[in-house]
């Protein structure tokens, strides 16, 4: 993995998270009772529509129109997030100027090929990047993370490092009816083909092409009964019963099976550390987040009010 600061990853996972005009009233949201105007709601809107010009997108075609609409959503959002980091590096009164944030926001203006033109881009002003940065550091520098943390973040992480996770190649045929299931599987032993089978009875869309071909996956990637039946089943070897999942029922055909390849922890543990870490941050700064959204009080300009 790519060493990458902690202020890289969370600005654009808090950005993902929250992004960031009709003639109406002169604000477009009150978060907290502190309003935020429309002049910005209508600034980020702009600076969106220049981004999907610049990319060659129609904006006069019906798509373009359609997925602005939940654009405009996502920047309320945005503002509303922008707004509550404010209120709480003000509260908390976080220093800007603090070293750490100074360090962090020099890493991050050095992997950015031209700020000043990603500022723009994104219609933030320089003072919202030092407070993403300093909300970030500041909620989440004393965390820390225990041996066993680091231990279990690299076993759930194999590839990461070197390794390769556990991973079956099969096929499956998918029914509605556990009778359909058996007869199949009678076809099956009486010698007929798995992938016609599968592409004349299966009722999952792809299989008419597929064959039922599900390539290799690893655990976690299926629903659990699919996923238990699949790696406990021998190479070769197809369904003696069908499996039942909320989809239907699955006959299943195992065609290779790849043991775990488990790297050297200790080769890695340094690097595992620091990547522990910096999730263990991550996963801090989205649920200090996520209770201040969850919190807020937020009023909306009649006629920005979210749909839902």
């Known amino acids: 993995m790519k060493k990458i600061t902690l202020i890289a990853v969370t600005i654009f996972t808090i950005l993902a998270l929250l992004t960031g005009c009709a003639q109406g009233e002169d604000f477009a949201v009150k978060v907290n009772d502190q309003a935020v105007p429309r002049e910005l709601y209508e600034t980020k809107l702009k600076a969106i529509k220049k981004y999907f010009k610049t990319q060659g997108v129609d904006l ?3 798509e373009y129109k359609t997925s602005f609409e939940s654009v405009k959503n996502e920047v309320l959002e945005g503002l509303i997030g922008t707004e509550l980091i404010h209120q709480e590096v003000v509260k908390n009164n976080w220093d ?3 070293p750490e944030v100074t360090k962090q926001w020099d890493e991050l203006k050095s992997q950015i090929k031209d700020y000043q ?7 933030m002003t320089e003072n919202e990047v030092l407070e993403y940065i300093a909300f970030t550091y500041f909620v989440a520098k004393d965390v820390t993370v225990s041996e066993q943390e680091i231990k279990q973040f690299f076993e759930a992480n194999y590839s990461s490092y070197g390794g390769q996770d556990e991973q079956v190649k099969a096929r499956h045929i998918l029914v509605k009816t556990e009778e359909e299931a058996l007869a199949i599987i009678e076809e099956l032993k009486a010698g007929k083909d798995f992938a016609e089978l599968a592409k004349e009875k299966s009722i999952e869309p792809a299989a008419k092409t597929t064959g039922g071909d599900l390539g290799y996956f690893r655990r976690g990637e299926m629903v659990a009964a699919f996923e238990e039946a699949a790696f406990s089943q021998e190479v070769g070897k197809i369904s003696e019963k069908p499996v039942k999942t909320d989809f239907g029922y699955h006959i299943i055909l195992v065609e290779d099976h790849k043991e775990a390849i488990v790297p050297d922890f200790e080769k890695a543990k340094e690097q595992v550390a620091e990547h522990t870490l910096l999730y263990a941050k991550n996963q801090k700064v989205q649920s200090y ?20």
């Open 96 to 98: 800007l100027k603090d």
């Open 60 to 62: 006069d075609s019906a």
């Open 117 to 123: 033109a990603w500022l723009e881009e994104q219609a």
């Open 289 to 308: 987040f996520a209770k201040l959204r969850e919190e807020a009080k937020i009023d909306y300009a009649e006629d920005l009010k979210p749909n839902s």
